[in-house]
């Protein structure tokens, strides 16, 4: 980029993120720490928040506003005193105000560009923290660490959703295994989150008019570092008892619940960036749910600059970047032409197209009439910067998709790919964190998207990496026995039973985590494919393994409910009972346990359908390893020393076939390779070979997983290209 594009605009009419942080007392810093996620990836001020009232901070989901609120400004003070904590609250809330204040030379030189007109991020969910539960799973996690990341870098970006006050569900299971599901109203004056007002200091609701009616959406900001996340809310008086319910639940509900959730965060998201003052350079449909989005910046185009149709679709479309995130056909929404009509109606009217016009953008093949509208085709026909979340998913996506291309070879087919990472911060153990600080370069911190800085994980004493390892472990296994008892009181079981799960699992036994949605694709069932086999190597008795599990099936997915059951009804096989643990309700705070403190992340994906997956990229940046099948981002990273791999990377046309060979190839993994190297000791009783291996894969990956690294790709490859309105220059594969 050169110097006069380095517009060093300033000029954003987003409120500061400095606002309100004018603390005078102990109690309102804490609150204003409380009040920005920021808090949530510094271990300095979580310990700070823990240290207040450890067993309230976990009965309260980690959520400081609810712990506080329990709290007196007495109260407070004289827990500080006692506890010594005010130079600690001091010193976080100076950090907490110096990182709002500046701006990282990164996002200065780099997307200064962006300045004035920042990036508008669209997601359906957004994971940032267990006590804000306003996602799902991966999807969501990914935009949390997108934003978080953006932070860092000082990417001038605002992000746009929807505010669930039931969220997604709770999960139990009852006594025979089967999925229980329990919707709890979250309590808003917990959430760290405060009306958006416009310029004119009112709170901002936004309207859109409908076939059949009006929905009223209010809209919320919550701040997550330096970057503003607005989260639209149809629970306002105005609308009906129904409407109002229409945000309650996050992939809740209908096809038509569907589409007006899509309605409210597509159209009304860009309303209420109008609303606020704020006018984008690029929009960013972070898969397909909001590309309503474009067709209101369509209508807006029109109206602010006196374009046609055509032209306005067009300059929409050469700043619209979109991510498409699964080769599942049923994360690909679909809607029939009455719904279409209904809800759409009244903005094609000022679009001045016709239904069929309008059908057409959503459809493969436009004159179709049978052919639903794909929200994803439409993401796809107005964007200029498509991509996928892996190389290998960017060719899947690329021969999914060619029909919409039919004059292109498949190779030609403008979709690239940008790989998915997560946020260190968040998912590096404190603890791992701490040793890295001593055998790291200074600062390395601010420098994680280097590969050079993490070389330095191989002078780290291998002695004191695996004690690091093995604590953590011990804590996630104190974890686990903690919530699988519960589990078992909770389901009125014996006290022989409770008394059973506070012992399960033996720190010195190869731990093997597997934590994910239980989609049938993801085959979490693939290592019970040969019980009496598994049998086997859960009870050797000189190298045994054990298992956790954790993960929800979608309320309406029956299958994935069976794996869980399955799964969950094996600690009544003596063969695997107090070997096999499955924590129910999976969340950010079980994956962190989880990712933390096991051995081995097990990954058994039916390839090609994992777009990436990411929850293996927050175990190895805690030198957990990887044992995965060859997809998503493991087809990429693998390098035949820094994990494991099932398969050859390869699949069969006929699934039976893939799962057959996928199957014998992991216990074979398995037997020959994982367990041997976990138990090979030296006479200190170090795993040598296993370490070597935690560092090659901590020094060879963590840098090319982050999120750091994913959000400067998207800045350099998408943002810029579409800021400045030219073509992608995503297709690099
Ligand atoms: C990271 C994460 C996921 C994503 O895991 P995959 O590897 O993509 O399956 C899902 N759920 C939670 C709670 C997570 O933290």
Redesign the pocket.
Known sequence: MSQTEIALNQSRKEPPATLGLTAENLYEKCMALARNLWWTWQPEVINLFRDLDPIRWRQLDHNPIALLSEFTPERLEMRAAELVLHSRINHAFRRLKEYLSETPLWGRTRSGVLGSKPVAYFSLEF?VHESVPI?S??LG?LSGDHIKSASALGVPLVAVGLFYDQGYFKQHLDINGWQQEEYINIKVENLPMEPARGPDGKPITVEIQTRTGRLLAKVWLMRVGRVNLYLLDCDVPGNSPEDRELTARLYGGDNRTRIRQELVAGVGGVRALRALGIYPGVYHLNEGHSAFATLEATRMVMKDDGKTFDEALREVARHTVFTTHTPVPAGHDRFDRNLVEEHLGPLRDELGISLEQFMGLGRVEPQNEHEPFCMTVLALKLSRHANAVSNLHGYTSRRMWSHLWPWRVEEEVPIGHITNG?HIESWLAWQMQQLFDRYFPVGWMSRMGEPEVWQAVHNIDPGELWETHYSLKNLLLAFVRRRVSRQCRRRSESDEAVEAARNILDPNTLTIGF???FATY?RADLILTDLERLARLVNDPQRPIQLVFAGKAHPADEPGKHLIKRIASLRHDPRFAGRVAFIED???N???HLVQGVDVWL?TPRRPL?A?????Q?AVLNGVLHLSVLDGWWAEAYDGSNGFAIGRGTHHSDPQVTDARDAADLYRVLEQEVIPLYYDRDIDGLPRAWIKRMMNSISSLAWRFSAQRMVADYVQHAYLPAAGGTSCDMNFR
Do not use: F, M
């Open positions: 994971g996602y799973g991966g996690v997560v934590g994910r949605r993801k999976y969340d950010i079980v994956c962190r990954n994992e990436s997956g990411t929850s293996g927050k």
